[in-house]
């Protein structure tokens, strides 16, 4: 078997590999003391380039996959299988068929890899099987999708084929399978190659995607900018990799924690243990505790952050705890004035729900449930950074913009800039607001944009090209439109830092009283003509409001269907807020902060189905 494997010329590799994104297969190893890498990691580097470039991904760990690497050294055997055979005077050729993760299709992070399948062969068949449990996609019908085995990643089969009398790039062919497991074992037991439907695809620079698109659409969502080139400084959420303990509702606990970091009577074992902390490459707790003792400061990096839509909690914001702080967000939001954008370049669940703001340092998944859709962190303003990092804060201003309020400048791209104002016949000024009859300034745009990316029609219209990426911000031409969407996203940006006078006045009643605790199994929701809960046989109640039940007896009632059922990203907010506090007391604050939070959610369907009507016909013009 080794010596087919080594030296015969294989014709078919076929198989169904592990998908394992901690891969056991290494792609580095030590030698004589240096990092090199091993031959699988030497060829996988193809994959890291598209288009004789650089992928240029933040984090392109997607391409470790274990199952990526058994693409690549398949592709490798089949070409080697060629060239020896040509080399011969015999008919080169092979096919490599998997069953694999589907991911590959559609991620921007393997479009390289894409590219470099279809230099490689001259066909290629995608057999997508769906059947992502993640992404709670249903068949087109509205059926259940399951997956064809019994895991939740979806899966899909590709067959790619080098012939002797073609030369690349190939042709791709695509088709589906939705639905129960049932009929995809049944469709796939008696189908074969050659009587499947397959759809041509015609896969383009940049992303070279195994998925249809609609090309007319594309070409018209292309028009727009994409939001990574409109806000160059542009970084991910931070990451703590120890939430237990950099976050917590309460800023006395997080005080005391770091009191105890500090305290140089107490052993790194008995903090270890009191707070189950470990070592890692990036972070050694005798370490930090050496740098903690020695900051004089170090209470001045208590300070609240978002965490969740809606949900501000405090943190310690600093290296001394997280292992990833930003430091875009230590320069420009920390102890700044400034707002932030957030969205994500994926999406792990279906549809683009993806836009959220915030005022504070940002967590990574603020807005998403996966690290695949982990959120980025738009910056509006710059500001003048320490000595030790003006080269590099000079680097990530988009332009030499007079600075404004406290030496601030707009991270703006001064292309985008002039292309909008041109459009509008409008002045920018470089700080705050215009008055909108001649002038526009940063936070104008800012809520130009956030309307846009609240529009129900523009999530629906590019729905299959904002799940491949980040969005892209059309621009209207039209100075009357603009002024009216940037009220609408002005007041969107109210409601969800929960800043809007609309707040003042609730919908909602916390009738009875109790000891405010969120149980567990809670909370419940009862629509309005639900049979209020607890009541007794023969005298059924019906409840008139819907109804957020957090134990046995308390409940928020007045609660919309449509405000319960209501996601940011990932998240089913109203659901989720409580579901964070389970088997805490909620303060008056917090009984506040929800009663606040239905208003903010009812009110935000209000204004969206307003900002399609500001914009009337797409595309937007």
């Not at 120890?242 to 052993?267: C, M, P, Q, V």
């Not at 050496?290 to 209470?299: E, I, M, T, V």
């Not at 982990?374 to 030499?400: G, M």
Request: glycine fraction near 8%.
């Amino acid at each position: 078997a080794s010596v087919v494997k080594r030296d015969k010329p294989i014709m078919v590799v076929i198989g169904n590999p592990p998908y394992s994104g901690h891969s056991s297969n290494r792609s580095w190893e030590m030698v004589n003391g240096k990092r090199t890498p091993t031959f699988i990691g030497d060829i996988l580097q193809d994959y890291y380039r598209v288009d004789g470039k650089p992928l240029g991904e933040k984090n392109p760990k997607w391409l470790q996959d274990d199952y990526v690497k058994f693409l690549r050294w398949g592709q490798w055997r089949i070409e080697h299988t060629w060239i020896d055979l040509t080399e011969m005077g015999q008919s080169g050729g092979g096919i490599l068929a998997f069953i694999t993760n589907h991911g590959y299709l559609d991620n921007p992070t393997f479009r390289g890899m894409r590219q470099q399948l279809m230099e490689a062969f001259d066909e290629i068949y995608i057999l997508d099987l769906h059947g992502n449990s993640k992404k709670k996609e249903r068949a087109p019908d509205g059926s259940k999708d399951e997956n064809v085995f019994d895991i939740q990643q979806g899966v899909a089969i590709g067959i790619f084929v080098k012939t002797p009398e073609k030369n690349g790039p190939a042709q791709v062919y695509h088709a589906e399978l939705w639905g129960s497991r049932k009929d995809k074992y049944q469709i796939l037991s008696g189908t074969d190659i050659e009587i499947t439907q397959w759809a041509n695809l015609t896969p383009q620079t940049p992303f070279y995607l195994f998925v249809p698109q609609n090309h007319g659409l594309n070409d018209e969502y292309q028009k727009g900018w994409k939001v990574t080139d409109v806000f160059p400084a542009n970084v991910l959420g931070f990451q703590t990799h120890r939430d237990h303990f950099a976050i917590d509702f309460d800023r006395d606990r997080i005080k005391t924690r770091i009191k105890d970091l500090r305290d140089t009577s107490l052993s790194d074992e008995l903090i270890r243990e009191r707070y189950n902390l470990r070592d890692n490459r990036d972070w050694k707790l005798s370490a930090i505790r050496a740098q903690l003792q020695n900051d004089f400061d170090w209470d001045n990096h208590l300070l609240i952050c978002l965490y969740r839509p809606f949900d501000w909690r405090w943190c310690y914001f600093s290296n001394a705890v997280m292992d990833y702080p930003r430091r875009e967000l230590m320069d420009n939001v920390e102890h700044r004035e400034n707002l932030c954008l957030l969205s994500s370049r994926q999406q792990a669940v279906a549809g683009y729900r993806h836009s959220w703001i915030s005022g504070f340092p940002a967590n990574d998944c603020a807005v998403s449930t996966t690290s695949r859709e982990a959120n980025q962190v738009f910056l509006l303003y710059l500001y003048p950074s320490p000595a030790e990092n003006s080269s590099r804060q000079k680097s990530l201003s988009s332009a030499d913009w007079p600075p404004g309020k406290d030496g601030r400048v707009p991270n703006l791209s001064p292309e985008f800039v002039a292309d909008f104002a041109e459009k509008l016949g409008l002045e920018f000024v470089t700080d705050g607001r215009g008055d909108l009859e001649a002038t526009f300034g940063p936070e104008d745009v800012f809520d130009y944009i956030y309307a846009v990316f609240h529009s129900p029609t523009y999530r629906e219209r590019y729905a299959e090209f904002l799940k491949i990426d980040f969005p892209r911000v059309p621009l209207t031409s039209d100075p009357e439109r603009f002024r009216r969407l940037v009220k609408l996203g002005g007041e969107l940006v109210g409601l969800h830092l929960l800043e809007s006078p609309l707040l003042a006045k609730t919908i909602t009643r916390y009738p009875v009283v109790g000891d405010n605790r969120v149980e567990k199994g809670y909370p419940k929701y009862f629509a309005p003509g639900e049979v209020e809960p607890g009541s007794k046989a023969g005298d059924c109640a019906v409840l008139e409001a819907g109804r957020v039940y957090i134990n046995k007896s308390q409940y928020f009632e007045g609660v919309p269907p449509e405000v319960w059922e209501f996601q940011v990203g990932g998240y089913q907010v109203c659901d989720k807020w409580l579901k964070d506090r389970r088997g805490r007391q909620l303060s008056y604050d917090d009984l506040t902060a929800y009663q606040k939070m239905i208003v903010a959610l009812k009110e935000t369907i209000r204004l969206m189905e307003e900002v399609d009507s500001a914009v009337g016909e797409w595309p937007l013009e």
